[in-house]
């Protein structure tokens, strides 16, 4: 009987810790009224936030917009080289590090540390964001993939998610700036990336203070 007993609340245990790892969230709204081209004529890099936190709701649909799911078949939202989906975006703060994982509209907790600092590295403004979003790319994904840097379609495909993640904040009322600066060894640590993982970009997001 105790035996039994015991299983139940190690079973019960296990299960309310990875409730805590995966954190699911609301299925993003799309129907955003500001068009493309109102977005592309607003969008410019912005690095002053104010304290106000960002809801699951705007970030499940920056998220979807970034790297989400738009096609029955599993294609992205945005492009990359030979659809290697080399692409996976890090959701960084106060409450810990966070793996998009697009496919579950869920958070996977990778590290209960706040990166934002080490993300910010030498330009304290980045650190103020309630969100920074890691961008990395995975050489293995792509075929005779090298672990000498990030590869050039990784960096591309970077970019591109970059630009979604830009047009998408401005689409949202959200403030952000693409940066490549941010300590890498880092954040190769804390994230757990293996070698052929690279951190290409970051944006912390906001609201415009
Ligand atoms: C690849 C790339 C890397 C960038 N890195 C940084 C950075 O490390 N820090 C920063 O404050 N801004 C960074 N920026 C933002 C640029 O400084 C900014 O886009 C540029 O000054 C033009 O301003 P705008 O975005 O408002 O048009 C980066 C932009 C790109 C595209």
């Known amino acids: 009987m105790k035996k039994i007993l015991f299983s139940v609340c190690f079973i019960m245990a296990s299960m309310s810790v990875m409730a805590q790892d995966v954190k699911r969230l609301p299925e993003p709204d799309k129907n955003?009224?500001?068009?493309?081209?109102?977005?592309?004529?607003?969008?410019?890099?912005?690095?002053?936030?104010?304290?106000?936190?960002?809801?699951?709701?705007?970030?499940?649909?920056?998220?979807?917009a970034a790297v989400g799911i738009n096609r029955p078949d599993g294609r992205l939202t945005s492009p990359t080289a030979i659809n290697a989906q080399d692409i996976t975006v890090y959701v960084c703060r106060?409450?810990?590090?966070?793996?998009y994982?697009?496919?579950?509209?869920?958070?996977?907790?990778?590290?209960?540390?706040?990166?934002?600092?080490?993300?910010a590295a030498n330009q304290k403004f980045a650190a103020t964001a309630p969100v920074s979003l890691v961008i990395v790319t995975d050489n293995a994904k792509f075929r005779g993939g090298s672990t000498n840097g990030p590869s050039i379609s990784g960096a591309i495909d970077s970019g591109y998610v970059s630009q979604n993640i830009?047009?998408?904040?401005?689409?949202?009322?959200?403030?952000?700036?693409?940066?490549?600066?941010?300590?890498?060894?880092t954040l190769k640590?804390?994230?757990?990336?293996?070698?052929?993982?690279h951190a290409i970009l970051n944006h912390p997001v906001g609201y415009k203070k």
């Open 189 to 197: 640590k804390e994230l757990k990336l293996t070698d052929d993982q």
């Open 166 to 185: 830009d047009l998408a904040c401005e689409a949202l009322g959200l403030a952000t700036v693409p940066r490549a600066t941010m300590d890498k060894e």
């Open 94 to 99: 106060k409450d810990g590090a966070w793996l």
């Open 32 to 64: 955003i009224k500001m068009t493309l081209f109102q977005a592309l004529q607003q969008r410019k890099s912005v690095r002053e936030y104010s304290d106000k936190d960002i809801d699951d709701m705007k970030l499940s649909q920056l998220l979807w």
């Open 101 to 119: 994982v697009a496919k579950e509209n869920a958070l996977h907790k990778v590290s209960d540390k706040d990166l934002r600092q080490a993300i």
